[in-house]
């Protein structure tokens, strides 16, 4: 940035030299006079006018770079925000799923349960629990294993107590 700052600096008196140049050029070669000024008064003249545009578009130029620079850190912004959010998803996702494998363990450990087809799905921290289950005990240590897992916020327990 400041590299662009002092060739702006730099360009900005060759500029206006060349332009006055230009002018002055342009003046001498007309040969006609509207008015009673000296070739050096016009000549002034157009350095001023040139000196004055050159600071317009000088003021411009920043105009457009602050701009861009506050749209480019809004954007930078919005991304960082952005960033963050799917994380934290994912964190929650990757929550999910670690409590539901945990959960799934504790049962298949447990001599009652393993021989059983149980279900185990986790949504923001609550596990559902489905399929059949031998006896009432069974439903609820089901239910006692899946409270006991780091995480479990609530137990929605639909194992269905089958005869034999």
Do not use: F, H, W
């Not at 006692?144 to 897992?149: G, I, N, P, R």
């Amino acid at each position: 940035m400041q590299n662009t700052a002092t060739r702006s600096t730099l360009l900005k008196p060759a500029v206006r030299l060349a332009t006055a140049t230009a002018l002055a050029l342009t003046l001498a070669a007309c040969g006609e006079s509207t008015d009673n000024a000296t070739v050096g008064q016009k000549l002034d003249s157009a350095i001023s006018q040139t000196e004055k545009k050159a600071d317009e578009m000088g003021a411009k130029a920043e105009s457009s770079l602050d701009s861009a620079q506050a749209r480019a850190e809004v954007a930078a912004a919005d991304a960082k925000a952005s960033v963050e959010s799917a994380a934290e998803r994912m964190g929650e996702k990757i929550d999910d799923a670690t409590i539901t494998a945990n959960v799934a363990a504790r049962i298949a450990g447990d001599p009652d349960l393993s021989a059983l087809k149980i279900d185990v799905d986790t949504t923001d921290g609550k596990v559902t629990l489905s399929g059949p289950a031998p006896t009432e005990a069974a439903r609820a240590r089901a239910a006692e294993l899946a409270a006991s897992v780091k995480g479990v916020t609530g137990i929605d327990n639909r194992l269905v107590v089958t005869a034999g």
